[in-house]
């Protein structure tokens, strides 16, 4: 059976499976935000998933979710110029979200604090500068709510509408402006949406949460 080695440890692997999901798959931890396994083109958005993966002898450094796993490779997901780039990275992404855990619906739940807990890090950036925008919440929909403040842009929502056939939800603008929404920004309620609630699952954060999570957190 072909097979690398991880870490120092040899894993039997399913050739041009994604590096991430062998890993995650072996009992590996590589953080992540944007990978979703279906997806035939990897997102690779959070920049979270870096590893260093050795071939022939040669380095180089690649994003666990696009990467696909070859027999013979040794990849190395601890090293301190991978940890050095999560945590830069993690802080980017952090002084654009809205922290607010302790009155959070997914605040048991959330990557995030995975992520922090990994890291060593505090979820409050210590070197930028928060610049989060005050986004409206949309609350219209009977069973879920959005909050764009929360959102962390790992496009997952938008990949489960659009793969259901649905698209109610889009990206708009480019960038660091990207963001989540519905077409010119009307209700949710009035999308058509059939409440299947598949964003409200693959949503790592408290952007897209079930009311009744809210109403069991103010409880």
């Known amino acids: 059976m072909p097979s690398v080695i991880i870490d120092g440890q040899e894993i039997t692997i399913n050739l041009g499976e994604k590096i991430l999901w062998t890993a995650l798959g072996s009992g590996v931890y590589i953080p992540h935000l944007c990978a979703i396994r279906e997806a035939d083109l990897p997102f690779g958005g959070c920049r979270l998933c870096f590893v260093e993966v050795e071939v022939d002898g040669k380095r180089e450094m690649v994003a666990s979710c696009s990467e696909p796993i070859k027999a013979g490779m040794k990849i190395y997901t601890d090293t301190e110029k991978i940890t050095r780039l999560r945590k830069m990275a993690f802080e980017l992404i952090m002084s654009d979200h809205h922290i607010d855990c302790k009155n959070c619906a997914k605040r048991k739940e959330c990557e995030l604090i995975k992520i922090a807990s990994f890291l060593k890090m505090k979820l409050q950036p210590k070197r930028l500068r928060s610049i989060a ?79 009744e999570m809210g109403d069991a957190k103010d409880g």
Not at 137 to 152: G, Q
Not at 190 to 202: A, N, Y
């Open 133 to 211: 925008r005050d986004f409206p919440i949309d609350d219209s929909h009977p069973l879920f709510t959005y909050d764009p403040r929360k959102c962390v842009k790992c496009g997952k929502c938008v990949w489960m509408c659009h793969q259901l056939e649905r698209s109610f939800l889009d990206f708009e603008n480019r960038g660091f402006e990207m963001i989540p929404a519905t077409f010119d920004h009307i209700p949710l309620s009035s999308t058509g949406c059939d409440s299947c609630l598949e964003c409200v699952r693959v949503c790592p954060t408290g952007a897209l949460y079930l009311k």
